[in-house]
């Protein structure tokens, strides 16, 4: 299983094997605006979730802190997104940092679980402790970048919040270390081309100025033989 790294703002590192990795879906806060995606979705032959909220277990191996991400054709994007991290008992022991969950759009159209496991779910490097930013968590910004062109920019209001998914990991027996569970996504800038070679993300806190951003490169493999 991966091990992820993740040091702190007062320099302190954490370290967690992943044995749980879970993706949330259609997990905006209002759920409107979640009927409506789901609408826009079905349009593009997306099937439409049975449940809503949904939540997709993903093969852990795929958690990963790295600055390039192979795919095997053009029609794959990120996500912007937050991610928790538990790496052990105590409420402090819980992080949140930037997240961007790769995402196969071609093989979206057969069944999301089956995208969300054609790609990996890339983290952040730097992390907060969920304690230290709670009391401002909807404040707290979510932005993304595919290639130079902004493509989603948000706040932490529009998605359900760490407390929510929390809760349902306590429920489900998963509130252990070793648990990522990534957030779901905001709206992303209408018309503008998702399929870039490089991703950005970036979590801000407005009160501080402080970020946490990832950033990677997407190779496209080798044509297959055969």
């Known amino acids: 299983m991966p091990e992820l790294r993740f040091t702190l703002p007062d320099g302190q590192e954490r370290r967690t094997e992943v044995h749980t990795l879970l993706n949330a879906g259609y997990a905006g806060r209002s759920q409107e605006d979640v009927a409506a995606h789901v609408a826009e979705l079905a349009e593009l032959g997306v099937p439409a979730p049975s449940v809503i909220p949904a939540l997709y277990p993903v093969a852990p191996y795929l958690a990963s802190q790295t600055g390039e991400v192979p795919v095997q054709h053009g029609r794959t994007s990120g996500e912007a997104e937050w991610a928790i991290v538990i790496t052990g008992p105590a409420p402090e022991d819980v992080l949140l940092t930037a997240a961007c969950d790769h995402t196969d759009r071609a093989l979206e159209a057969h069944g999301v679980a089956w995208?969300?496991?054609?790609?990996?779910?890339?983290?952040?490097?730097?992390?907060?402790?969920?304690v230290d930013v709670q009391d401002r968590l909807d404040d707290l910004t979510l932005s993304a970048w595919a290639g130079e062109t902004l493509i989603q920019q948000g706040?932490?209001?529009?998605?359900l919040p760490p407390?929510?998914?929390?809760?349902?990991?306590?429920?489900?027996?998963?509130?252990a270390p070793g648990t990522v569970l990534i957030s779901g996504t905001?709206?992303?800038?209408?018309?503008?081309d998702q399929f870039a070679d490089s991703w950005r993300v970036e979590l801000g806190d407005p009160a501080t100025g402080e970020t946490i951003d990832l950033a990677y490169s997407v190779r496209r493999l080798p044509e297959p033989i055969g």
């Not at 407390?163 to 509130?175: C, F, P």
């Open 115 to 130: 995208s969300k496991n054609a790609g990996p779910d890339v983290l952040a490097a730097k992390a907060w402790r969920l």
């Open 155 to 159: 706040k932490l209001v529009e998605l």
């Open 163 to 175: 407390s929510y998914w929390l809760d349902v990991l306590r429920e489900r027996g998963l509130h």
């Open 186 to 192: 905001i709206p992303m800038v209408h018309g503008v």
